[in-house]
């Protein structure tokens, strides 16, 4: 119906030469001659390309027509005003002189042009000529010839400048402290999150500083809110200046708690260093309102691997450590210590953490040698159970050894533990089958009394081929000075396999030799707590405990156990134990706990490589 239309050249859609229009319109049906209709057809097309040319040009909004190679056809007044122009200096000039080229927008644009699709919404910032910028809401339709083919494309851009500050200015209040105009706690969350949400090659980590001002109650109780206001700007104002930057985020997160987000931590030490700074930068007095305020600040400090974490823990750990700090005296930083947290782990989610822990593989034995004094050879070695906590880092099993005896879990634990022992006991036994190395496992008194104990090491023996000979069990006085019963039955029954019973800690409970003695009891083993005397060179606890330590082991030797000392650290203390007549000795001197090839080692070298005083000093992983 349009022909004169389709047949317009591209680079001028409005200019509809009056010639174009077939000079006579025929009917399509009998194809007589129309009289008037080609006049006619004229006059309409001409009133309707003038009403749409005064609309173009008085249009509120900036409109252009866009060829197909991207140049401007026409352009109106208010695009102009826009851009800084005139419009006949916007005719012909290409669209990336106002709009930086970007491939996405440039894909749906040559969908658009290619007829693909009818319209298209873009939000973008024009190139103002004055070298700013305006952002626009911009529509993009494509025109088609009479034909249905694409023509050109018409823009209409509407300035959204004004929105868009007010949209910002919305944005930067609810992510800051309207006080300090430091980001506020939603900001430090967001912020936190993306960095924990980033791109990770499982090296990426993380650091927090949570700090507390102390004593800032007392300034606003003193001196009044206003001065404590005051004084919470002077704060956020230097921690700003001196810790912003770097990627690193100075936030206030409340009250007078201000926190430092290190989103590509190098590693505890740096965060410690920071921490340091913090306390140094807040030292120097602020001069508020005429007054002349001295604040220190406590820190919790938390650094980490990103994987394996989340910002939940992150900021609860943080506040547990900020907390430390207060306890612990206040004006200090303390880093996050995940013995410490897990202390703090309730029952209830270590009940829950144990067994599935058990099953992913998390825990791990370590070996501790038991040296015979007189000769220095490796006797046995004690198996010291840890849990590599991905959050929490080693676990010692001071930590989680007696929760899981209340929970129930040592019982599972406590047998992989066993197997994985005298597996280990297995191997040095084919390694080294001169040597007669026994492997001593603690059994917590929970195994004895509520779990089959006795069937277990049986399995466990049979399972490992060790001899049960090789096997030493630990047990604690109160595991075993339960009423006479099962305890004792099952003490019975292990001894008779050929097992070999040592009471722990021996002198830390009663200390009942002679009710002892009617146990099928082969070892003792004396407590840390003797053997720290024999450090204090000619001091009264030395001789005193000296006396003690040699009338024990005496008794011992004449009920036939043989005595092992534990935590000797040093050459004094062991040459000492060896002159009280005790059999073997275990501690930090010989040997720190360690993985299996360090024993494998120390029986490969012999007693005589360690040299010194008393064969096997200075050992794998010897002296701390
Ligand atoms: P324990 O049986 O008295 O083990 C000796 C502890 O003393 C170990 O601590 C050991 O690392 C530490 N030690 C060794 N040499 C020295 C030294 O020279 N100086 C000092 N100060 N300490 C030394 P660890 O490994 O933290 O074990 C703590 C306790 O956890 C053990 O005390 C034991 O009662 C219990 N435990 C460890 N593994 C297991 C296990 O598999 N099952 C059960 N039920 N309890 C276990
Ligand atoms: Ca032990
Ligand atoms: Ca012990």
């Known amino acids: 119906m349009t022909p004169a239309v389709a047949a317009a050249p591209?680079?001028?859609?409005?200019?509809?030469?009056?010639?174009?229009?077939?000079?006579?319109?025929?009917?399509?049906?009998?194809?007589?001659?129309?009289?008037?209709?080609?006049?006619?057809?004229q006059d309409a097309l001409r009133t309707s390309e003038s009403r749409f040319r005064a609309a173009f040009a008085d249009a509120g909004i900036g409109m252009a027509l866009v060829d197909a190679?991207?140049?401007?056809?026409?352009?109106?007044?208010?695009?102009g005003a826009m851009v800084g122009r005139d419009v006949s200096e916007l005719v012909r000039m290409h669209i990336h002189a106002f709009i930086d080229p970007e491939e996405s927008a440039r894909r749906l644009y040559l969908e658009l042009v290619s007829g693909e699709r009818e319209r298209l919404r873009l939000e973008k910032r024009l190139r103002h000529r004055d070298g700013g910028t305006v952002w626009t809401n911009i529509t993009v339709s494509l025109i088609r010839d009479g034909e249905g083919r694409p023509l050109c494309t018409l823009a209409m851009v509407e300035d959204v400048s004004e929105q868009?500050?007010?949209?910002?200015?919305?944005?930067?209040?609810?992510?800051?402290?309207?006080?300090?105009?430091l980001p506020n706690r939603a900001c430090f969350f967001e912020r936190l999150a993306a960095a924990c949400d980033a791109a990770d090659d499982g090296r990426r980590r993380v650091g927090l500083c949570y700090v507390d001002l102390d004593g800032f109650a007392a300034v606003n109780d003193t001196l009044g809110h206003h001065v404590g206001d005051r004084l919470l700007v002077a704060v956020a104002a230097r921690?700003?200046?001196?810790?912003?930057?770097?990627?690193?985020?100075?936030?206030?997160?409340?009250?007078?708690?201000?926190?430092?987000?290190?989103?590509?931590s190098e590693g505890g030490d740096q965060l410690t260093g920071l921490a340091e700074e913090l306390l140094r930068v807040l030292e120097e007095p602020f001069e508020v309102s005429g007054h002349r305020l001295a604040v220190t600040a406590s820190v919790g400090v938390v650094e980490r691997p990103v994987r394996g974490t989340t910002p939940t823990e992150l900021v609860k750990d943080a506040d547990a450590t900020l907390y430390w700090s207060k306890a612990d005296g206040r004006a200090r930083w303390t880093l996050y210590d995940p013995d410490r947290g897990a202390h703090q782990m309730t029952r209830q989610l270590l009940a829950t953490a144990l067994r599935p822990a058990l099953e992913r593989g998390e825990f791990a034995v370590e070996f501790q040698p038991l040296v015979g004094l007189e000769e220095g050879r490796v006797h046995g070695a004690e198996a010291l159970v840890r849990w590599r906590h991905p959050r929490f880092g080693t676990l010692s099993p001071d930590r989680f050894i007696p929760l899981a005896?209340?929970?129930?879990?040592?019982?599972?634990?406590?047998?992989?533990?066993?197997?994985?022992?005298?597996?280990?006991?297995?191997?040095?036994?084919?390694?080294?089958?001169?040597?007669?190395v026994f492997v001593s496992v603690n059994l917590a008194v929970r195994q004895v009394w509520d779990s089959d104990v006795v069937a277990d090491v049986a399995g466990v023996l049979e399972r490992t081929g060790l001899p049960p000979r090789l096997l030493q069990l630990e047990l604690t006085e109160s595991a075993v000075m339960g009423p006479a019963g099962r305890p004792l039955q099952a003490l019975q029954?292990?001894?008779?396999?050929?097992?070999?019973?040592?009471?722990?800690?021996?002198?830390?409970?009663?200390?009942?030799?002679?009710?002892?003695?009617?146990?099928?009891?082969?070892?003792?083993?004396?407590?840390?707590?003797?053997?720290?005397?024999?450090?204090?060179?000619?001091?009264?606890?030395?001789?005193?405990?000296?006396?003690?330590?040699t009338a024990m082991v005496r008794l011992a030797h004449a009920l036939g156990l043989s005595v092992t000392a534990e935590g000797v650290e040093n050459a004094a203390q062991a040459e000492r134990l060896r002159a009280t007549g005790c059999d073997t000795a275990q501690g930090w001197y010989f040997a720190r706990p360690g993985p299996p090839h360090r024993v494998a080692r120390m029986l490969r070298e012999g007693p005589r490589a360690a040299g010194g005083a008393l064969p096997g000093r200075a050992g794998p992983g010897g002296p701390a």
């Not at 930057?245 to 936030?251: D, K, Q, S, W, Y």
């Not at 005896?405 to 001169?434: D, H, M, N, Y």
Request: glycine content about 10%; hydrophobic content about 40%.
């Open 239 to 264: 921690l700003r200046e001196r810790f912003t930057g770097g990627g690193r985020l100075v936030a206030r997160l409340g009250g007078d708690e201000f926190a430092l987000l290190v989103p590509d």
């Open 10 to 41: 591209a680079a001028a859609p409005f200019t509809t030469p009056p010639g174009h229009l077939p000079a006579e319109i025929v009917c399509p049906s009998c194809e007589a001659p129309l009289h008037g209709v080609a006049e006619r057809l």
């Open 69 to 79: 190679d991207d140049c401007i056809i026409e352009a109106n007044p208010a695009l």
């Open 493 to 549: 029954a292990l001894a008779e396999m050929g097992v070999r019973i040592a009471i722990d800690d021996f002198g830390t409970g009663y200390s009942n030799l002679a009710y002892l003695s009617r146990l099928p009891v082969h070892a003792l083993k004396l407590d840390g707590s003797f053997v720290e005397g024999f450090r204090d060179p000619g001091g009264d606890r030395r001789e005193a405990d000296e006396k003690i330590v």
């Open 405 to 436: 005896e209340e929970t129930g879990a040592i019982v599972p634990l406590g047998k992989w533990v066993l197997e994985e022992s005298c597996r280990q006991a297995r191997r040095w036994l084919e390694e080294f089958p001169a040597a007669e």
């Open 164 to 181: 868009r500050r007010l949209g910002d200015r919305l944005q930067y209040q609810s992510m800051h402290d309207p006080l300090t105009r």
